[in-house]
């Protein structure tokens, strides 16, 4: 994984609340078992008419070519529903690496950190004056300091995170490479032992 300590960046706004996994990565794509590739099926039904790539909706937000950025905003309780980590793996995929909501289903937001992804829980006054910016404005993400901040004026909140994930997001090691980084350690524990 790579390391997340600053994203400066654009964002991508969804302003739609309890959107589910199944909106995230529709069941009918679930068929593979490595996390590559799921990033063109990212919000499927609502990026494409009758399921057909050619044929992109262009009311939805992804297919304007106006917006980008490696920010994914969205309404509240986002990633509600089943609990697949593909979900995951299709926003990191399609090249978030972060996603800014009010409210985070408690079983997407553990999956999201264990695939590098951050999610970011804002107070839903923050989140309503991120959606009110226009595509060209920035945010902020840093994840030691823990702060999420609104570049055009400077408005900051403070999110939270598990000490132990963030370590692992600022370093970017899933938890095999964490136990890695402290072998040393570890052995020295376990000579303790014995």
């Keep these: ?64 070519s106006e917006y980008g950025g490696t920010i994914l905003v969205a309404g509240k309780n986002f990633g509600c529903g089943s609990s697949r980590e593909h979900a995951a793996w299709s926003i990191v995929d399609y090249g978030f690496n972060v996603v800014v909501s009010s409210f985070f289903a408690d079983i997407f937001k553990n999956n999201a950190l264990n695939n590098g992804l951050l999610p970011v829980q804002v107070s839903d006054n923050f989140l309503q004056k991120i959606f009110k910016l226009d595509n060209t404005s920035t945010l902020t993400i840093d994840v030691d300091a823990q702060t999420i901040t609104i570049d055009a004026n400077s408005e900051q909140e403070e999110f939270e995170i598990n000490s132990y994930k963030k370590t692992c ?3 970017g090691y899933d938890d095999i490479d964490y136990l890695i ?11 303790t032992l014995f």
Aim: charged share 30%; glycine share 2%; aromatic share 10%.
């Design 1 to 64: 994984m790579q390391p997340l300590q600053i994203i400066h960046n654009t964002f991508v706004p969804i302003s739609l609340e309890n959107i589910d996994t199944d909106q995230i990565i529709p069941a009918r794509f679930l068929k593979a078992t490595t996390k590559e590739g799921f990033g063109k099926n990212l919000f499927r039904d609502w990026r494409y008419n009758n399921d057909d790539v050619d044929q992109p909706k262009k009311d939805f937000v992804l297919n304007k």
């Design 169 to 171: 997001l600022l370093n």
């Design 181 to 191: 980084n402290n072998k040393k350690d570890i052995e020295a524990f376990e000579a």
